[in-house]
C-alpha cells in the first residue's frame, strides 16, 4: 500500500513547477467562463479546476495519511472540495481547490532548495602528491594519488602546487596562500618547523614536508565534512496552516456535524467546511515572504532559501568575518618613513615600488598599485631581480642595489633597528600592519607600512545592528592584534581571533546552546561550514566564493554591507505582516462560520468570501515591496 502511494506521490511531481502554473492558468480560466457562465462545453468550466487542482490536493491528502498519518491543511480542504461536489456546488469546490493550489505554488516559488557547494569543494581537494622514497641511498620522487599518502611519508611541493596533506615543513622557505582555512588573502611566511594545511597554494619557494595528518584527517576533508553536516540541525519554518492543521480538520469537522445535526440542513455543513478552509491562512506567509524578498533584491540581497528571513527575524547574534566582509581585503600603503639621512620617503616609495613591480607577491603588488594611484607615474625598471622565498626581493634600480622584505631580510643582512624605529614598528605591529622594510646599498633606508582598510559604511552599519538590538561579533582567521584594532575601530565588543573553519562553528555553535539565534556573515571557502550552521548565513557575493555563496542563505549581489540592518528591520516588518495577515484570517474565518452555522451564508457566497479575505492579505504584504525603515 505504502509503495502505491510513494509511487502516486512521484507521478503527481511529473512536471514539476510548470506543471502547476499551467494547471492555474487553465483552472483560472475556467473559473472565469464559468461565473459568465459560458456554455460550450457538455459540463461546468468548473470541472476543470476541480479536476487540475482539486484531485491533486485530494491525493496528496491521502497519501500524506496513508504513509505518515501526517494530517495536513489539505485533509480539510479535500472535506470540502468532496463535500461540495456531493450537494453540486461545483463552482466552490473549484474555487476552493484554485486558491489552495495557488498558496502552495507561492510557496514553492518561495522556498528555493539549498545547494551546499560540495561539489567545488571536492575540487578543492589535491588529486596527486610528489612522495620522496628512499633505495638505499638513492631518493627518487613519485606522483602518487593524494589518498595514498601515509603518515611521516616526505613529500615535495612545488611553487603554484596545492598541498596535498597536512604536516610540518623538514626543508625550505616559501609563502603559502592560506585563505582556503583562514580567509585571510595574504600569503603567510612557512620556514623549517612551521606547519602547513592541504588545500593552501604554495606560491613561491620549493619545500619538502613530513606528513601529519592525512587522508579524512587532513584540514580539507575534516572542512568539506564540516560543510555537509553543519545544516543538519537547522530547523525549517513549518507553515502555520499545516501547524494547526490538526485542530482546523477537528474542530470543522465537529462543527459541521452538529451543524447538521441541529439544522438538519447538509447544506450549512458543507458551508462550514468550506468557510474553515485555510485560504487566506495560507497565503498569508508566502505572499508576505515574496514581498519581503522583492524588497531585499531591490537593495542588493538575493534571498536563496525561502524561510530565511522568517530566521533571521529572530537572530539576536550577528558574527562577522573581517576581511572581505568589513573590511575590503585589499592592502593600502598607509605610512611611508625614511630613516636614512640620504633618502627621503618618496626615495623609499619609489624604490620600493621598483622592485616591487617584478614581484607576485600581493603585497608587493599593493605597494606599486598604491604608488601608480599617488603618484600617478610607472615604477621605474629593474635589473637582476631576485626573490629570496620566506624573507624578501632585490635588484638594481638604477645604479643603488634595493632590497625589500621583512625582520627575516633584515636579520640576514645583519642591520639592527634601532630602539626608537623599533617602537614605531611596534606600534604599527599591534594593530595587525604589515611592514616592509627597505634596504639600499646594505643599508637601511626606512620602511612602508600596509594595512587591510576598513569598508566606509562598517562603522555606521554596526551601530545600526546595535540600534536593533543585535549583537555585533567578529570571527576572523586574522591575528590578534588586527582584530582587536578593526573591533575597536568599529565599536564591536566581542572579538574571536585566529579562527579556523571548525573554531567559528564552534562558537556559532556555542551561541545557539545558550539558545541565541545567529547570524553569520561571510565571503570566503573557510566561512562555508560557519554558514551552513548558522540560522541564516550571509555571504558576499560578488567578492565571495562560489562555495561560500551555495552555503548561504542570503547572498549579497553588490558585497555592500550598508544595507545590512535595512534587510534585518525588513525581516522584523514581515513577521508583523505575517501575524497580521493571520490574525484577519481566523478572524475572517470565526465571522464566516458563525454566518454559515446561521444558514445566512451558502457554499459559493462562503466561497467568495474567502476570495476577498485572500485579496487583502495579498494587498496588506504587498505593501513590503516597498517598504523602508524609518531612520
Same mark, same amino acid.
Given at each position: 500500500?505504502?509503495?502505491?502511494?510513494?509511487?502516486?506521490?512521484?507521478?503527481?511531481?511529473?512536471?514539476?513547477?510548470?506543471?502547476?502554473?499551467?494547471?492555474?492558468?487553465?483552472?483560472?480560466?475556467?473559473?472565469?467562463?464559468?461565473?459568465?457562465?459560458?456554455?460550450?462545453?457538455?459540463?461546468?468550466?468548473?470541472?476543470?479546476?476541480?479536476?487540475?487542482?482539486?484531485?491533486?490536493?485530494?491525493?496528496?491528502?491521502?497519501?500524506?495519511?496513508?504513509?505518515?498519518?501526517?494530517?495536513?491543511?489539505?485533509?480539510?480542504?479535500?472535506?470540502?472540495?468532496?463535500?461540495?461536489?456531493?450537494?453540486?456546488?461545483?463552482?466552490? *469546490?473549484?474555487?476552493?481547490?484554485?486558491?489552495?493550489?495557488?498558496?502552495?505554488?507561492?510557496?514553492?516559488?518561495?522556498?528555493?532548495?539549498?545547494?551546499?557547494?560540495?561539489?567545488?569543494?571536492?575540487?578543492? /581537494?589535491?588529486?596527486?602528491?610528489?612522495?620522496?622514497?628512499?633505495?638505499?641511498?638513492?631518493?627518487?620522487?613519485?606522483?602518487?594519488?593524494?589518498?595514498?599518502?601515509?603518515?611521516?611519508?616526505?613529500?615535495?611541493?612545488?611553487?603554484?602546487?596545492?598541498?596535498?596533506?597536512?604536516?610540518?615543513?623538514?626543508?625550505?622557505?616559501?609563502?603559502?596562500?592560506? *585563505?582556503?582555512?583562514?580567509?585571510?588573502?595574504?600569503?603567510?611566511?612557512?620556514?623549517?618547523?612551521?606547519?602547513?594545511?592541504?588545500? /593552501?597554494?604554495?606560491?613561491?619557494?620549493?619545500?619538502?614536508?613530513?606528513?601529519?595528518?592525512?587522508?579524512?584527517?587532513?584540514?580539507?576533508?575534516?572542512?568539506?565534512?564540516?560543510?555537509?553536516?553543519?545544516?543538519?540541525?537547522?530547523?525549517?519554518?513549518?507553515?502555520?496552516?499545516?501547524?494547526?492543521?490538526?485542530?482546523?480538520?477537528?474542530?470543522?469537522?465537529?462543527?459541521?456535524?452538529?451543524?447538521?445535526?441541529?439544522?438538519?440542513?447538509?447544506?450549512?455543513?458543507?458551508?462550514?467546511?468550506?468557510?474553515?478552509?485555510?485560504?487566506?491562512?495560507?497565503?498569508? /506567509?508566502?505572499?508576505?515572504?515574496?514581498?519581503?524578498?522583492?524588497?531585499?533584491?531591490?537593495?542588493?540581497?538575493?534571498?536563496?532559501?525561502?524561510?530565511?528571513?522568517?530566521?533571521?527575524?529572530?537572530?539576536?547574534?550577528?558574527?562577522?568575518?573581517?576581511?572581505? /566582509?568589513?573590511?575590503?581585503?585589499?592592502?593600502?600603503?598607509?605610512?611611508?618613513?625614511?630613516?636614512?639621512?640620504?633618502?627621503?620617503?618618496?626615495?623609499?616609495?619609489?624604490?620600493?615600488?621598483?622592485?616591487?613591480?617584478?614581484?607576485?607577491?600581493?603585497?608587493?603588488?599593493?605597494?606599486?598599485?598604491?604608488?601608480?594611484?599617488?603618484?600617478?607615474?610607472?615604477?621605474?625598471?629593474?635589473?637582476?631581480?631576485?626573490?629570496?622565498?620566506?624573507?624578501?626581493?632585490?635588484?638594481?634600480?638604477?645604479?643603488?642595489?634595493?632590497?625589500?622584505?621583512?625582520?627575516?631580510?633584515?636579520?640576514?643582512?645583519?642591520?639592527?633597528?634601532?630602539?626608537?624605529?623599533?617602537?614605531?614598528?611596534?606600534?604599527?605591529?599591534?594593530?595587525?600592519?604589515?611592514?616592509?622594510?627597505?634596504?639600499?646599498?646594505?643599508?637601511?633606508?626606512?620602511?612602508?607600512?600596509?594595512?587591510?582598510?576598513?569598508?566606509?559604511?562598517?562603522?555606521?552599519?554596526?551601530?545600526?545592528?546595535?540600534?536593533?538590538?543585535?549583537?555585533?561579533?567578529?570571527?576572523?582567521?586574522?591575528?590578534?592584534?588586527?582584530?582587536?584594532?578593526?573591533?575597536?575601530?568599529?565599536?564591536?565588543?566581542?572579538?574571536?581571533?585566529?579562527?579556523?573553519?571548525?573554531?567559528?562553528?564552534?562558537?556559532?555553535?556555542?551561541?545557539?546552546?545558550?539558545?541565541?539565534?545567529?547570524?553569520?556573515?561571510?565571503?570566503?571557502?573557510?566561512?562555508?561550514?560557519?554558514?551552513?550552521?548558522?540560522?541564516?548565513?550571509?555571504?558576499?557575493?560578488?567578492?565571495?566564493?562560489?562555495?561560500?555563496?551555495? *552555503?548561504?542563505?542570503?547572498?549579497?549581489?553588490?558585497?555592500?554591507?550598508?544595507?545590512?540592518?535595512?534587510?534585518?528591520?525588513?525581516?522584523?516588518?514581515?513577521?508583523?505582516?505575517?501575524?497580521?495577515?493571520?490574525?484577519?484570517?481566523?478572524?475572517?474565518?470565526?465571522?464566516?462560520?458563525?454566518?454559515?452555522?446561521?444558514?445566512?451564508?451558502?457554499?459559493?457566497?462562503?466561497?467568495?468570501?474567502?476570495?476577498?479575505?485572500?485579496?487583502?492579505?495579498?494587498?496588506?504584504?504587498?505593501?513590503?515591496?516597498?517598504?523602508?525603515?524609518?531612520?
Amino acid at each position: 500500500m505504502i509503495s502505491m502511494m510513494r509511487k502516486m506521490e512521484d507521478f503527481l511531481e511529473i512536471g514539476g513547477m510548470k506543471k502547476e502554473i499551467a494547471f492555474l492558468t487553465i483552472s483560472g480560466i475556467a473559473l472565469l467562463l464559468s461565473i459568465f457562465k459560458v456554455d460550450i462545453l457538455p459540463f461546468d468550466w468548473s470541472w476543470l479546476a476541480i479536476t487540475l487542482c482539486g484531485i491533486p490536493i485530494i491525493l496528496e491528502a491521502v497519501i500524506g495519511l496513508v504513509t505518515e498519518f501526517d494530517i495536513k491543511a489539505d485533509v480539510l480542504v479535500s472535506l470540502a472540495l468532496i463535500a461540495s461536489v456531493c450537494i453540486g456546488e461545483n463552482f466552490a *469546490a473549484g474555487e476552493v481547490a484554485f486558491i489552495m493550489q495557488l498558496g502552495g505554488l507561492l510557496e514553492e516559488v518561495t522556498v528555493a532548495r539549498a545547494r551546499a557547494g560540495i561539489e567545488k569543494l571536492v575540487h578543492l /581537494t589535491p588529486q596527486t602528491a610528489r612522495v620522496i622514497r628512499k633505495h638505499g641511498a638513492e631518493e627518487t620522487e613519485q606522483m602518487i594519488p593524494a589518498e595514498n599518502v601515509r603518515v611521516n611519508d616526505v613529500i615535495k611541493v612545488l611553487p603554484g602546487e596545492t598541498i596535498p596533506v597536512d604536516g610540518v615543513i623538514l626543508s625550505g622557505q616559501t609563502s603559502v596562500n592560506q *585563505a582556503v582555512m583562514t580567509g585571510e588573502s595574504l600569503p603567510v611566511d612557512k620556514t623549517v618547523g612551521d606547519e602547513v594545511s592541504s588545500g /593552501t597554494v604554495n606560491q613561491f619557494g620549493a619545500f619538502t614536508m613530513k606528513a601529519a595528518k592525512v587522508g579524512e584527517d587532513s584540514s580539507i576533508q575534516r572542512m568539506i565534512r564540516l560543510v555537509q553536516s553543519a545544516d543538519a540541525g537547522k530547523a525549517k519554518i513549518v507553515g502555520i496552516a499545516d501547524r494547526w492543521a490538526t485542530w482546523i480538520v477537528v474542530i470543522a469537522l465537529t462543527a459541521a456535524f452538529l451543524t447538521w445535526l441541529i439544522s438538519g440542513e447538509m447544506i450549512r455543513a458543507v458551508t462550514i467546511l468550506v468557510v474553515f478552509c485555510p485560504c487566506a491562512l495560507v497565503l498569508a /506567509t508566502p505572499t508576505a515572504i515574496m514581498a519581503a524578498i522583492g524588497n531585499a533584491t531591490k537593495h542588493g540581497f538575493l534571498v536563496r532559501e525561502g524561510d530565511a528571513l522568517e530566521r533571521l527575524a529572530l537572530v539576536s547574534k550577528i558574527t562577522f568575518d573581517k576581511t572581505g /566582509t568589513l573590511t575590503y581585503g585589499i592592502p593600502e600603503v598607509i605610512q611611508v618613513k625614511s630613516i636614512h639621512p640620504e633618502y627621503v620617503s618618496v626615495d623609499i616609495y619609489k624604490m620600493c615600488a621598483a622592485v616591487e613591480g617584478v614581484s607576485e607577491h600581493p603585497l608587493g603588488k599593493a605597494v606599486v598599485r598604491c604608488y601608480q594611484e599617488k603618484y600617478d607615474e610607472k615604477s621605474e625598471a629593474v635589473s637582476g631581480f631576485q626573490m629570496i622565498p620566506g624573507q624578501g626581493i632585490s635588484g638594481m634600480v638604477g645604479q643603488t642595489h634595493v632590497v625589500a622584505g621583512n625582520k627575516k631580510m633584515l636579520q640576514e643582512m645583519k642591520i639592527t633597528l634601532t630602539k626608537e624605529t623599533e617602537k614605531e614598528v611596534d606600534q604599527y605591529l599591534t594593530k595587525g600592519c604589515t611592514v616592509i622594510y627597505v634596504a639600499a646599498e646594505e643599508h637601511l633606508a626606512g620602511y612602508i607600512v600596509l594595512s587591510d582598510t576598513v569598508r566606509e559604511e562598517s562603522s555606521h552599519v554596526i551601530a545600526k545592528l546595535k540600534n536593533l538590538k543585535v549583537q555585533p561579533v567578529l570571527l576572523t582567521g586574522d591575528h590578534e592584534n588586527a582584530a582587536k584594532n578593526i573591533a575597536g575601530e568599529l565599536g564591536i565588543d566581542e572579538v574571536h581571533a585566529g579562527c579556523l573553519p571548525e573554531d567559528k562553528l564552534g562558537w556559532i555553535d556555542s551561541y545557539q546552546k545558550k539558545d541565541e539565534h545567529v547570524c553569520m556573515i561571510g565571503d570566503g571557502i573557510n566561512d562555508a561550514p560557519a554558514l551552513k550552521k548558522a540560522d541564516v548565513g550571509i555571504a558576499m557575493g560578488g567578492i565571495g566564493s562560489d562555495i561560500a555563496v551555495d *552555503a548561504a542563505d542570503i547572498a549579497l549581489v553588490d558585497d555592500e554591507v550598508r544595507e545590512l540592518p535595512h534587510l534585518i528591520a525588513l525581516s522584523k516588518r514581515m513577521m508583523i505582516t505575517i501575524k497580521c495577515n493571520l490574525s484577519f484570517s481566523m478572524g475572517l474565518n470565526f465571522v464566516a462560520i458563525v454566518l454559515a452555522v446561521t444558514g445566512i451564508l451558502n457554499p459559493v457566497v462562503g466561497a467568495l468570501v474567502h476570495n476577498a479575505g485572500s485579496v487583502l492579505v495579498i494587498t496588506n504584504s504587498a505593501l513590503l515591496l516597498n517598504w523602508k525603515v524609518k531612520e
